[in-house]
């Protein structure tokens, strides 16, 4: 079974958590590429190709308000855009930061 890991730069997800597809909605999904900020695996692709290779970003990013439980699994509004647990802008100042 073929599952990708989560988009994010740096997550620690557990292989089970749910993961959401990037939305069908360009505009929406070009805020998740924003926030995800991972140009390195992503920004020489384009949007249908980031959808058709099924890319996706897990539950650790997303509030308890992005999403309904739906079956055995949940729902995702079509709204909705990561905003936990994501890796810091790209400036000059976190550039020199070191991870302690
Ligand atoms: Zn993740």
Same mark, same amino acid.
């Given at each position: 079974?073929? *599952? $990708?890991?989560?988009?994010?730069?740096?997550?620690?997800? $557990? +292989?089970? &958590? *749910? %993961? !959401?597809? !990037?939305?069908?909605?360009?505009? &929406?999904?070009? /805020?998740?590429?924003?926030? &995800?900020?991972? +140009?390195?695996?992503?920004?020489?692709?384009?949007?249908? /190709? &980031? $959808?058709?290779?099924?890319?996706?970003?897990?539950?650790?990013? !997303?509030? %308890?308000? +992005?999403?309904?439980? %739906?079956?055995?699994? $949940?729902?995702? !509004?079509?709204?909705?855009?990561?905003?936990?647990?994501?890796?810091?802008?790209?400036?000059? /100042?976190?550039?020199?930061?070191?991870?302690?």
């Amino acid at each position: 079974m073929a *599952s $990708r890991k989560c988009a994010v730069p740096g997550c620690t997800s $557990r +292989d089970g &958590i *749910s %993961k !959401f597809m !990037f939305p069908a909605n360009e505009t &929406i999904g070009r /805020e998740w590429l924003r926030v &995800i900020n991972n +140009d390195a695996v992503l920004g020489g692709l384009g949007y249908d /190709e &980031i $959808r058709e290779a099924r890319y996706k970003v897990c539950l650790y990013h !997303f509030t %308890k308000t +992005d999403w309904i439980p %739906k079956g055995n699994g $949940r729902q995702l !509004f079509e709204w909705a855009i990561p905003s936990l647990n994501l890796p810091p802008p790209r400036t000059a /100042e976190n550039a020199t930061v070191a991870g302690n």
